[in-house]
């Protein structure tokens, strides 16, 4: 089953409730919020008190996308304001397995970011201790980039590892530049998880928004 997790970030941020509302009611499987710190990436959004708020307009599970240096400092606050995941860019991590047992000792899934520049290989190592891997298919920072083909071929490469190592139950996510176009070519490598900003709040009817990226993967 293929999910569909619209990333609030190309949302009105002054109707951030009734915007969840709308996209959940239009058949969104989770909520994609990214969190950016100005370091990590050229860009600021949202904090914890922002993922609080939102959390009772929703049943679905928060999807954090964390792209901030040090996430190991925030993992507590993010848990608590109720993230059901947490995802973290590898290139922020000095001790990427310590920082995925953190998130799950506080009861959260815990995914692993890379941005197209870095190689699949530096979440190898860690494959068996997480529940997501993120395959950032723009530079992270903003929304409605253009999707980077080359990234398609790294999707294929951990699903073949993924696949060898008998760990059906974890997802691969993308994100950045999805829409009904470019979903066919990450699905078809492997991707489960498909965030889609601009192509899903861009569109003033997001029903049709999300099902247009449906009926793109399914045959
Ligand atoms: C990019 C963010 C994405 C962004 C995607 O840095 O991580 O989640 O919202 O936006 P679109 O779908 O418009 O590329
Ligand atoms: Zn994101």
């Known amino acids: 089953m293929i999910k ?21 009611a239009a058949g969104a499987d989770w909520i994609h919020v990214d969190v950016m710190d100005g370091h990590f990436v050229p860009n600021i959004t949202l904090g914890p008190p922002i993922v609080s708020a939102i959390k009772p307009h929703t049943s679905l599970p928060l999807d ?3 792209m901030i240096d040090k996430p190991e400092q925030y993992i507590a606050d993010f848990a608590k304001a109720g993230a059901d995941m947490i995802t973290v860019h590898a290139e922020a991590c000095i001790h990427l397995h310590r920082v995925i047992h953190l998130i799950k000792e506080h009861g959260v899934q815990a ?63 993308v994100d950045g530049g999805i829409t009904s176009e470019t979903a066919p070519l990450v699905v078809e490598a492997g991707a ?18 999300i099902q247009a990226i449906r009926s793109s993967v399914q045959n």
Do not use: Y
């Open 64 to 66: 954090v996308h964390l």
């Open 111 to 173: 995914g692993i970011a890379i941005n197209p520049g870095t190689s699949a290989a530096v979440i190898q190592e860690v494959l068996e201790d997480i529940d997501m891997v993120l395959i950032m298919t723009v530079n992270p920072g903003f929304g409605g980039q253009a999707f980077i083909p080359r990234t398609v071929q790294k999707v294929r490469q951990v699903r073949q590892w993924l696949n060898e190592a008998s760990l059906f139950d974890v997802h691969i996510e």
């Open 192 to 209: 489960d998880v498909l965030v889609a900003g601009s192509a899903v709040f861009g569109q003033k009817d997001r029903e049709a928004a």
């Open 4 to 24: 569909i997790a619209p990333s609030i970030l190309s949302a009105d941020f002054a109707q951030l409730g009734q915007e969840i509302s709308i996209v959940e």
